[in-house]
């Protein structure tokens, strides 16, 4: 076969994006210790919500290391804890939704009514089940439209393994823990001495090297955001540690759950001005910063613009690809939702079940703005991406 003279030129663009191709950064066998890619912090953070839990069942091991392999900033979880005081990842205060508990007929006796946040709750709650009770159980998709093939494989992890996931990677990746429900854990699960739940907490990040005001060198080496709903947790955890927190706001429709303030209330300039002392940004729930009707995004509010006057980051949540959950004005692609939330919006970090998707989009759409040493190689390597798209068509 007779070769032309443009076929060895596109064998050498071939050959340079195989090179390029995923991953992105070395794989962990292949990273020497002192050596692991820096946080980036020139781009809202991608924030993997539960782990990669659009793809794998949330807060697990598995969802975790899919995040840290698809380019998540930061790994994102609830911390809860068992009977026995061992604190957990895991969202719901109840095992119902996304365990089989169900199949467990030796725990059938074990259901319970609590108040939960002024709701009376009936279901199998982590706080009536030791540590070794809880990893007897299997984690499963909390969405049925969702891949059901690792129902049944995995198992609830604790904080400190989370904690371990995240320090094992093959760069440094940033940790985003929540403070979950305290008053509930603080009513049902008692520790040595008079302790708190938040004092747990903060001696779980201590004890692994979490320190640090936001962007100090001690933080950049092991980043890390603390996140809750309940502002007195934020406030007492404030004279414990330095780590940069994030006040997590709910709907307009429900209170705080240890104040009972109303959404208007937390999210005045007033309350702005008195909560920024003690963290760095807020978290509010992404339809409340801009309203929906008959599922079309209407006008922004000032939620952002206000936040970021009182120096306040905006990390939003939740980005998710599936039609369900996108609105009708993005045209079934997450990456126009993408666009516009980072773009017109201007928030600083994206909580998504789909961390692939915003990381994909970033490294796609950085090479338009990126002003460091690596801007001519990713315009090199997006013209030849192109390229070789064009010659797949033929």
């Known amino acids: 076969m007779a070769f032309s003279p443009s076929f060895a030129p596109l064998v050498f663009l071939f050959l340079i994006v195989g090179c390029v191709a995923r991953p992105l950064y070395p794989l962990p066998s292949k990273v020497a210790e002192g050596t692991r890619k820096p946080l980036q912090t020139s781009r809202p953070y991608n924030i993997a919500h539960r782990g990669s839990n659009g793809e794998i069942p949330e807060e697990t091991a598995t969802a975790y290391l899919r995040a840290i392999e698809e380019g998540a900033d930061f790994i994102e979880t609830d911390i809860l804890s068992s009977k ?9 205060v109840t095992l119902d939704e996304t365990t089989d508990i169900y199949q467990h007929k030796e725990f059938a006796n ?16 982590t706080v009536d089940f030791t540590l070794k009770e809880l990893k007897s159980l299997r984690v499963k998709q909390r969405y049925p439209f969702r891949d059901q093939q690792y129902n049944g494989k995995f198992t609830i992890i604790t904080f400190e393994e989370y904690i371990s996931i995240a320090l094992d990677a093959p760069r440094v990746v ?30 779980t990040l201590k004890k692994y090297g979490y320190k640090g005001s936001y962007l100090s060198k001690e933080w ?31 709907d307009v429709t429900i ?13 005045s300039d007033s309350y702005f001005d008195y909560i920024k002392q003690y963290v760095e940004g807020i978290g509010p729930w992404k339809d409340t910063v801009v309203p929906v009707k008959d599922n079309y995004l209407q006008t922004p509010t000032d939620l952002v613009a206000r936040a970021h006057s009182h120096n306040l980051q905006v990390h939003p949540y ?21 666009e516009y939330w980072i773009h017109k919006i201007g928030v600083d970090g994206l909580f998504t079940d789909f961390t692939g998707s915003l990381h994909n989009y970033q490294e796609w759409t950085s090479f338009l703005s990126s002003n460091d040493s690596d801007s001519s190689a990713s315009k090199l390597l997006h013209k030849i991406a192109l390229m070789v798209a064009k010659f797949e068509k033929v």
Do not use: M
């Open 84 to 92: 026995d005081g061992v604190l957990i990842s895991f969202h719901d």
């Open 110 to 125: 074990r259901k319970r009514t609590y108040e939960v946040q002024g709701v009376n709750t009936t279901g199998f709650f």
């Open 174 to 203: 940033g940790i985003y823990p929540e403070i979950k429900n305290p008053v509930f854990i603080n009513e049902h699960v008692k520790w040595p001495g008079g302790k708190r739940f938040e004092d747990k907490f903060v001696e």
């Open 220 to 250: 950049l080496a092991q980043p890390a955001f603390i996140q809750s709903f309940a502002p007195t947790s934020l406030v007492y955890v404030s004279n414990l540690t330095d780590l940069p927190k994030i006040f997590l706001i709910d």
């Open 255 to 267: 209170p705080t759950q240890d104040t009972n303030q109303s959404y208007w209330e937390i999210t």
């Open 318 to 338: 939740t980005y998710r690809n599936e039609n369900q959950f996108l609105h009708l004005n993005f045209n079934q692609d997450p990456y126009e939702e993408y």
